[in-house]
């Protein structure tokens, strides 16, 4: 079992920056990759970036390449997202996920699931 809880989601202006953390219990972190989700009001759960177990291998969506970044420190249980330039359609509850297995980009493949943060970005 692993329990993941997110936190420093907020309210940022267009171009800003925020980071996100999601934080997993448990002594096997360092054996599953991680991802990052969000979902806006009214749409699905869309993938925005993956980070296998070691760190060494990101993928992101398209809309957020050169703009986020997914890192992770296995000494800290910890997976972050670095958002930059951020834009209104940015706007979402952002979720950490974690599988075993690298690369996934359904939700529906991802065995675990924190609670969600919130960020908005508006003037």
């Known amino acids: 079992q692993v329990q993941l809880v997110e936190s420093g989601g907020g309210l940022v202006e267009p171009g800003g920056s925020l980071r996100l953390s999601c934080e997993a219990s448990g002594r096997t972190f360092s054996s599953y990759a991680m991802g990052w989700f969000r979902q806006a009001p009214g749409k699905e759960r869309e993938f925005v970036a993956v980070?296998?177990?070691?760190?060494?291998?990101?993928y992101y969506e398209d809309s957020v390449k050169g703009r986020f970044t997914i890192s992770r420190d296995n000494a800290k249980n910890t997976v972050y997202l670095q958002m930059n330039s951020l834009k209104p359609e940015d706007t979402a509850v952002y979720y950490c996920?974690?599988?075993?297995?690298?690369?996934?980009?359904?939700?529906?493949?991802?065995?675990?699931w924190g609670q969600g943060t919130q960020v908005t970005v508006s003037s």
């Open positions: 980070i296998n177990e070691r760190g060494g291998r990101t």
């Open positions: 996920a974690a599988d075993p297995v690298f690369g996934l980009v359904t939700p529906g493949r991802y065995d675990y």
